[in-house]
């Protein structure tokens, strides 16, 4: 603004920014970031808003929490009345808490697409291994994160939950039990243990926020992928900003709006009607079930009849993330030129829908028959199909740049 | 424009889906019309006012309501002086100036009082089964006001064949129980007389006091349908911009 | 976040398309900006008190019992109330002070309701840097005029609650209340 009229002289503003950023250069950080130094490839499609969007969500969900737990209070007799006085008492608490619980929810629907995208377009390939490590690192983080938030209203599934998924770690021989008394910091689910997760609740969010910083770090090394899964040269990129950032602001709106409707109509459809009941450590609901983004795996974990193999599945079938880079031996990182292994892949997308169903089922009968066979094709997608496909298959012909005719074919 | 829409429908797709897991029922509860239901619903304030009737003369004889002070029944329409009143209705522990246990009467900031001075008690008093307390009952059961509906209502004969244990009553609804369930029938035509003049039929006082027991368990729901209102209308014309600016930006490319 | 789509976004294109995406940038980003404000807002309202807490706002004694010469202490918001039953002598030691001996001057007359001047109440905290004034136990000491002295710093309020030595600036504060009948007082 001053500046246009005197372009000789700098003005006192621009003078006092340059005078801060040869100190801290705090903008420029920003802006080789998420600004105009960042070059993207130009044809990232609205699956590369979701980690944009992942980072949104979190800064909405610390947020909140920050908020929430100045009314919140740790403790097995008066938590739970903490909870319903910020839905009842506290200005806008009811906001506030049903926008931080069903943002839960909304943040694992984000990192699964976020996820999904990786698979699919195969970012975790050759130079992003380490990029991949630490998201998955943050998505372990987010579901210890969401299972201890999920315990601190004290409602009977709270407490449930927290007795199931704790008691899993009874499964290491020998120490299982030490180690769970350990956790507990007690014989059971009680004071301490409710206590020590609002603790860790509320640190790690910022250990995710770090970790973003890393996953962020890692990915402008190589660059973004892109859908094509080729190699960009200069002339196919963008700035960041203004084309990926107004994009990223148009998907926050359409986000927002899906979120909204949700926290505004139907704050419970997402939530369990027995965590509206107080803890009871003498009475077990009938039928425990954790949220609905852990079912695939709590899937799993029933899956198989041993309790020790069943823990191990489960983990295993997390964990097994971290080697996809190697299982997948295809040279072709984009599944949009690989007609086999993406035949495959979305079976094996709807596979981890089925058990996210089963998880939801008693474990009997057809859901856990079902429960088992997914089970089984969940491993052998990763250890069988996506080397041996990897290695067999002839995939499309690549285009040389984005520009090249190739490209509407593969599109 | 159409991967905006695929990216979209797959978010429902996996909201939805995972909606569904959780609507598995046991037994099939009927819906019903609520004036709080949909995207504009509201409390009737007279319909709030004769379950609180209900609540007052039949359930709270046997159900607290603790998180309800009688200061939230300004939210029924009730006024300041109408409020004291029927909070000085009832009396709670005090200790007076010798420092001896006495009663001083309620006031608008106490909330309804448990009838039971514990649980062992109430157990004892109710052939062994605990009264819940009603304050959170519409969210806390699958089903919500509809399930509630249906089950003080749902008592009848039970099946032939199956025998029913003493002190508990058939009920078709009840099935977290094994259709038995401790209360008896309470509503009956008649059983209240309104304040208003409704005709009190069975139909009616159970509708009343649903709707009552859901504005007790969810006492912001209107403020939520007006914020939503707001917030939605602000969304959609902020996503409409950001979309304009986005093709408007992006045009550059082209040239 | 749309301030993120802020200002000196690119500088190229035509004179035409760049009026139109001007505007609509900048309708865009004040559209943001003023959300994001309003979206604070829950955020920051939920520090003020609550509405259970409002609802204990007021606090209601009875005098029936307090003797001529004694005083009492009465929870308010959190804070303590100074109650005095104030002796005659105490009345017009209060009265008698010269105006230009006060550091926050007003008459005692304006610190009491009319036909009450026998009750003194006032917020008991004191008004240099909050702490609770000695003087209401009978063997409390009382300052050089006979009212409270405040212990932290040693500011001396006399029969009327007015600061007359000391550090603190202003006089002890009267809290909003009404009689409710002859002998029932509500604050707040």
């Not at chain 1, 991949?132 to 599934?157: D, E, H, K, S």
């Not at chain 1, 973003?212 to 990915?219: D, E, I, T």
């Not at chain 2, 959170?136 to 699958?142: M, Y």
Request: net charge neutral.
């Amino acid at each position: 603004m001053s500046t246009d009229n005197s372009s000789t002289e700098k003005s006192v503003w621009r003078r006092a920014f340059e005078w801060h950023e040869a100190r801290l250069p705090l903008v420029s950080f920003i802006d080789n970031a998420v600004g105009t130094k960042y070059p993207a490839p130009r044809n990232l499609n609205y699956f590369w808003n979701f980690g944009f969007l992942a980072g949104f969500v979190l800064v909405l969900m610390i947020m909140t929490g920050v908020v929430l737990a100045m009314n919140y209070i740790p403790h097995k007799d008066m938590a739970f009345d903490s909870v319903e006085r910020i839905m009842r008492d506290v200005n806008y608490g009811w906001l506030i808490r049903y926008m931080h619980a069903n943002g839960a929810s909304f943040f694992f629907i984000v990192v699964y697409i976020h996820i999904f995208r990786g698979l699919y377009y195969g970012s975790y390939k050759a130079p992003r291994e380490v990029l991949w490590w630490i998201g998955i690192i943050i998505y372990l983080v987010m579901m210890a994160t969401a299972f201890m938030g999920y315990v601190l209203p004290w409602g009977q599934m709270s407490f449930w939950g927290a007795t199931v998924i704790t008691n899993l770690f009874s499964a290491i021989p020998l120490i299982g039990e030490p180690i769970v008394t350990f956790l507990w910091g007690g014989f059971s689910v009680d004071n301490p243990t409710l206590n020590r997760f609002f603790a860790l609740h509320y640190l790690l969010p910022f250990v995710i926020f770090a970790l973003v910083f890393l996953h962020v770090w890692a990915l402008h090394i190589p660059g973004s992928n892109n859908p094509l899964g080729i190699e960009v040269g200069p002339a196919d990129k963008i700035p960041f900003h203004p084309y990926y950032t107004i994009k990223d602001v148009f998907g926050i709106g359409v986000f927002l709006l899906v979120y909204f409707a949700v926290v505004f109509w139907g704050p419970n459809m997402l939530g369990d009607p027995l965590n509206y009941v107080v803890a009871n450590p003498l009475v077990t609901p009938p039928h425990i079930v954790p949220e609905w983004y852990y079912l695939p795996f709590y899937a799993i974990l029933r899956a198989i009849p041993d309790k020790l193999l069943g823990v191990i599945a489960m983990f295993g079938s997390i964990l097994v993330l971290f080697v996809v880079p190697w299982l997948d031996t295809s040279r072709v990182r984009s599944a949009n030129f690989r007609p086999v292994y993406r035949v495959f892949f979305w079976l094996f997308i709807i596979n981890g829908m089925v058990l996210g169903w089963c998880g939801s089922q008693l474990p009997e009968g057809l859901p856990l028959i079902v429960g088992r066979i997914c089970t089984l094709y969940y491993f052998l997608f990763f250890f069988v199909l996506m080397p041996v496909i990897g290695w067999m298959e002839t995939p499309k012909p690549l285009p040389a740049s984005i520009g090249s005719p190739a490209l509407k074919a593969a599109e | 424009m159409k991967k905006i829409i695929l990216a979209a429908a797959a978010t429902l797709a996996l909201a939805s889906f995972t909606a569904s897991v959780f609507a598995a029922e046991e037994v099939h509860i009927p819906k019903e019309q609520w004036s709080f239901n949909g995207t504009f619903g509201k409390f009737d304030r007279l319909q709030l006012q004769r379950g609180l009737q209900v609540y007052k003369e039949i359930c709270a004889s046997c159900h607290s309501l603790k998180y309800v002070a009688f200061r939230n029944l300004a939210a029924l329409g009730y006024n300041e002086a109408q409020i004291k009143a029927f909070a000085a209705e009832y009396e709670y522990p005090d200790i007076d100036d010798e420092g001896s246990d006495t009663k001083r009467k309620g006031l608008p900031s106490d909330y309804f009082p448990n009838p039971y001075p514990n649980e062992k008690f109430a157990r004892a008093s109710s052939n062994g089964a605990l009264p819940p307390d009603l304050s959170l009952i519409s969210k806390a059961r699958e089903g919500g006001p509809d399930y509630l509906f249906h089950l003080i209502t749902g008592y009848e004969d039970p099946p032939a064949g199956m025998t029913v244990m003493d002190g508990m009553s058939y009920n078709k609804y009840f099935s977290s129980g094994n259709f038995q369930i401790a209360m008896v029938k309470q509503i009956e035509d008649d059983k209240v007389t309104y304040a208003d003049g409704t005709k009190a039929t069975t139909d009616q006082i159970a509708r009343d006091v649903t709707a009552f027991l859901h504005w007790a368990a969810e006492p912001m729901l209107e403020a939520r349908h007006s914020t939503g209102l707001r917030v939605m209308l602000y969304m959609i014309v902020f996503t409409l911009l950001a979309y304009f600016l986005k093709r408007r930006i992006w045009a550059r490319l082209d040239k | 976040m749309a301030n993120t789509a802020t200002a000196h976004s690119v500088a190229s294109g035509t004179a035409d398309g760049e009026t139109r995406r001007d505007f609509l940038l900048h309708s865009t980003v004040a559209f943001g900006t003023v959300g994001t404000a309003l979206a604070v807002w829950p955020l920051i309202s939920s520090m003020n008190p609550a509405a259970d807490t409002l609802a204990l706002s007021t606090t209601e004694f009875s005098l029936a019992n307090l003797q001529e010469g004694q005083a009492i202490i009465v929870v308010w918001q959190g804070k303590p109330v100074f109650v005095r039953y104030r002796t005659p002598a105490e009345i017009e030691s209060a009265r008698n002070a010269p105006m230009s001996d006060l550091v926050d001057p007003i008459k005692d007359e304006e610190r009491v309701k009319k036909d009450k001047e026998k009750y003194l109440i006032l917020v008991g905290v004191c008004t240099h840097l909050g702490c609770i004034p000695l003087g209401t136990k009978p063997m409390d000491p009382r300052g050089d005029f006979g009212g409270w002295l405040c212990p932290c710093h040693g500011s001396h309020y006399d029969t009327a609650g007015r600061i007359r030595k000391g550090p603190a600036p202003k006089n002890l504060a009267v809290p909003p209340y009404q009689y409710l009948d002859d002998t029932t007082v509500r604050i707040g």
